[in-house]
Protein backbone atom coordinates (compact mmCIF):
# COMPACT_ATOMS: atom_id res chain seq x y z
CA UNK A 1 0.00 0.00 0.00
CA UNK A 2 2.71 2.03 0.65
CA UNK A 3 4.50 1.61 -2.67
CA UNK A 4 1.22 2.40 -4.35
CA UNK A 5 0.92 5.70 -2.58
CA UNK A 6 4.18 6.74 -3.34
CA UNK A 7 3.46 6.31 -6.97
CA UNK A 8 0.18 8.04 -6.88
CA UNK A 9 2.06 10.40 -5.56
CA UNK A 10 4.68 10.27 -8.30
CA UNK A 11 2.38 10.29 -10.86
CA UNK A 12 0.20 13.26 -9.22
CA UNK A 13 3.76 15.58 -9.56
CA UNK A 14 4.20 14.70 -13.19
CA UNK A 15 1.15 15.66 -14.62
CA UNK A 16 0.78 19.04 -12.40
CA UNK A 17 5.01 19.53 -13.89
CA UNK A 18 3.75 21.39 -17.09
CA UNK A 19 0.82 23.13 -16.33
CA UNK A 20 2.51 24.59 -13.26
CA UNK A 21 5.97 25.54 -15.75
CA UNK A 22 3.79 26.61 -18.29
CA UNK A 23 1.70 29.07 -15.65
CA UNK A 24 5.68 30.52 -14.14
CA UNK A 25 6.55 30.95 -17.81
CA UNK A 26 3.62 33.05 -18.86
CA UNK A 27 3.85 35.13 -15.02
CA UNK A 28 7.86 35.42 -15.74
CA UNK A 29 7.00 36.60 -19.58
CA UNK A 30 4.33 39.58 -18.12
CA UNK A 31 6.35 41.12 -15.88
CA UNK A 32 9.53 41.02 -17.67
CA UNK A 33 8.00 43.10 -20.47
CA UNK A 34 5.19 44.37 -18.49
CA UNK A 35 2.65 43.45 -20.57
CA UNK A 36 -0.80 43.45 -19.05
CA UNK A 37 -3.09 41.50 -18.11
CA UNK A 38 -0.37 40.19 -15.79
CA UNK A 39 -0.91 36.29 -14.86
CA UNK A 40 -1.46 35.32 -11.47
CA UNK A 41 1.59 34.45 -9.46
CA UNK A 42 -0.49 32.14 -7.02
CA UNK A 43 2.22 29.82 -6.45
CA UNK A 44 4.73 32.75 -5.32
CA UNK A 45 4.51 34.92 -2.53
CA UNK A 46 7.32 37.99 -2.84
CA UNK A 47 8.97 38.76 0.36
CA UNK A 48 7.49 41.74 1.97
CA UNK A 49 9.34 44.71 0.79
CA UNK A 50 11.81 45.95 3.28
CA UNK A 51 13.22 49.75 1.94
CA UNK A 52 11.27 53.08 1.64
CA UNK A 53 10.81 54.06 -2.15
CA UNK A 54 13.83 56.64 -1.45
CA UNK A 55 15.95 53.78 -0.70
CA UNK A 56 14.91 51.16 -3.08
CA UNK A 57 15.66 54.05 -5.39
CA UNK A 58 19.44 54.39 -4.00
CA UNK A 59 19.81 50.76 -4.68
CA UNK A 60 18.57 50.86 -8.31
CA UNK A 61 22.29 51.45 -10.50
CA UNK A 62 19.60 52.97 -13.43
CA UNK A 63 18.02 55.12 -11.15
CA UNK A 64 21.47 57.38 -10.24
CA UNK A 65 20.27 60.47 -11.91
CA UNK A 66 16.98 60.01 -10.77
CA UNK A 67 18.09 59.94 -6.95
CA UNK A 68 20.55 63.40 -7.67
CA UNK A 69 17.39 64.90 -8.77
CA UNK A 70 15.02 63.98 -5.88
CA UNK A 71 18.23 64.81 -3.49
CA UNK A 72 18.36 68.15 -5.29
CA UNK A 73 14.72 69.33 -5.04
CA UNK A 74 14.91 68.53 -0.89
CA UNK A 75 12.09 65.46 -1.85
CA UNK A 76 14.18 62.90 -0.34
CA UNK A 77 11.87 62.95 3.43
CA UNK A 78 8.50 63.15 1.36
CA UNK A 79 9.74 59.73 -0.33
CA UNK A 80 10.73 58.67 2.95
CA UNK A 81 7.36 59.03 4.75
CA UNK A 82 4.63 56.72 5.01
CA UNK A 83 2.87 57.70 2.08
CA UNK A 84 1.69 55.37 0.27
CA UNK A 85 3.03 56.70 -3.46
CA UNK A 86 3.46 55.24 -6.67
CA UNK A 87 6.65 56.75 -8.58
CA UNK A 88 7.14 56.23 -12.07
CA UNK A 89 10.85 57.19 -11.95
CA UNK A 90 12.79 57.65 -15.18
CA UNK A 91 16.04 55.61 -15.75
CA UNK A 92 19.26 57.17 -16.54
CA UNK A 93 18.74 56.75 -20.18
CA UNK A 94 15.88 58.72 -19.72
CA UNK A 95 17.36 62.00 -18.41
CA UNK A 96 20.44 61.45 -21.09
CA UNK A 97 17.85 62.02 -23.94
CA UNK A 98 16.51 65.43 -22.52
CA UNK A 99 17.61 67.80 -24.44
CA UNK A 100 21.61 68.98 -24.21
CA UNK A 101 21.54 71.51 -21.12
CA UNK A 102 18.11 71.38 -19.85
CA UNK A 103 19.22 68.68 -16.78
CA UNK A 104 21.80 71.11 -15.93
CA UNK A 105 19.49 73.80 -16.02
CA UNK A 106 16.83 71.55 -13.75
CA UNK A 107 19.82 70.85 -11.30
CA UNK A 108 21.13 74.77 -10.91
CA UNK A 109 19.17 76.03 -6.93
CA UNK A 110 17.53 79.13 -9.41
CA UNK A 111 15.39 76.46 -10.94
CA UNK A 112 14.43 74.07 -7.68
CA UNK A 113 10.79 74.85 -8.40
CA UNK A 114 10.62 73.78 -11.71
CA UNK A 115 12.72 70.40 -10.67
CA UNK A 116 10.20 69.71 -8.03
CA UNK A 117 6.95 70.63 -10.42
CA UNK A 118 8.90 67.74 -12.46
CA UNK A 119 9.86 65.46 -10.07
CA UNK A 120 6.21 65.65 -7.86
CA UNK A 121 4.33 65.05 -11.30
CA UNK A 122 6.16 61.62 -11.67
CA UNK A 123 4.39 61.06 -8.18
CA UNK A 124 0.71 59.34 -7.49
CA UNK A 125 -0.51 59.57 -3.55
CA UNK A 126 -1.83 56.23 -3.83
CA UNK A 127 -0.12 52.59 -4.36
CA UNK A 128 -0.96 51.58 -7.79
CA UNK A 129 0.06 48.12 -9.30
CA UNK A 130 1.00 47.83 -12.45
CA UNK A 131 -2.25 45.11 -12.64
CA UNK A 132 -4.66 47.90 -11.61
CA UNK A 133 -4.02 50.30 -14.41
CA UNK A 134 -6.27 50.26 -17.09
CA UNK A 135 -6.43 51.74 -20.48
CA UNK A 136 -7.10 55.71 -20.88
CA UNK A 137 -6.89 56.10 -17.26
CA UNK A 138 -6.13 59.21 -15.79
CA UNK A 139 -4.22 59.58 -12.70
CA UNK A 140 -3.37 63.12 -10.93
CA UNK A 141 0.05 63.57 -9.77
CA UNK A 142 1.32 65.27 -6.75
CA UNK A 143 2.48 68.40 -8.96
CA UNK A 144 -1.53 68.49 -9.79
CA UNK A 145 -1.98 67.80 -13.10
CA UNK A 146 -2.66 64.16 -14.93
CA UNK A 147 -0.92 61.39 -16.50
CA UNK A 148 -2.47 59.01 -18.95
CA UNK A 149 -2.18 55.65 -18.88
CA UNK A 150 -2.18 53.58 -22.09
CA UNK A 151 -1.89 50.07 -22.56
CA UNK A 152 -1.13 48.27 -26.08
CA UNK A 153 0.06 45.49 -25.00
CA UNK A 154 2.79 47.33 -23.20
CA UNK A 155 2.13 50.08 -20.73
CA UNK A 156 2.94 53.58 -21.60
CA UNK A 157 2.06 56.78 -20.34
CA UNK A 158 1.42 60.35 -21.96
CA UNK A 159 2.01 63.19 -19.93
CA UNK A 160 1.63 66.58 -20.37
CA UNK A 161 3.37 67.86 -23.50
CA UNK A 162 2.17 67.39 -27.27
CA UNK A 163 5.05 65.04 -28.65
CA UNK A 164 4.43 61.94 -30.53
CA UNK A 165 6.80 59.79 -28.03
CA UNK A 166 5.28 58.35 -25.07
CA UNK A 167 6.94 57.01 -21.80
CA UNK A 168 7.22 53.41 -21.76
CA UNK A 169 7.40 51.29 -18.24
CA UNK A 170 10.03 48.78 -18.37
CA UNK A 171 10.61 47.91 -15.26
CA UNK A 172 7.27 47.69 -13.33
CA UNK A 173 6.33 46.55 -9.46
CA UNK A 174 8.95 47.40 -7.51
CA UNK A 175 7.69 47.47 -4.26
CA UNK A 176 8.55 49.65 -1.46
CA UNK A 177 7.70 49.68 2.42
CA UNK A 178 5.38 53.19 1.42
CA UNK A 179 4.47 52.77 -2.07
CA UNK A 180 5.88 51.30 -5.53
CA UNK A 181 8.16 52.45 -8.21
CA UNK A 182 7.24 51.67 -11.69
CA UNK A 183 10.75 52.35 -14.06
CA UNK A 184 10.01 54.24 -16.86
CA UNK A 185 12.67 55.26 -20.11
CA UNK A 186 11.04 58.45 -20.93
CA UNK A 187 11.07 61.66 -18.21
CA UNK A 188 7.54 63.30 -17.76
CA UNK A 189 7.30 66.90 -18.44
CA UNK A 190 3.68 68.55 -16.86
CA UNK A 191 1.48 70.69 -19.15
CA UNK A 192 3.48 73.67 -17.16
CA UNK A 193 6.97 72.86 -17.86
CA UNK A 194 9.27 74.23 -20.98
CA UNK A 195 7.99 72.73 -24.20
CA UNK A 196 9.73 69.39 -25.02
CA UNK A 197 11.13 68.18 -28.71
CA UNK A 198 9.08 65.84 -30.54
Do not use: W
Request: aromatic fraction near 8%.
Amino acid sequence: LLLLFLLFILLTALNLQGPLAALFARTAVAHSDVILPHYSACFFVAPPATKTIFELAESQPELTTFVAAVKAAGLVVTLESAGPFTVFAPNNDAFADLPEGVLTKLFKPENKDLLVSVLTYHVAAAKVLAAQLYNEEQITMVEGSNITILIDPYVFIRDGQPRSENARVVSADNEATNGVVHIIDRVLLPPTAPPAPP
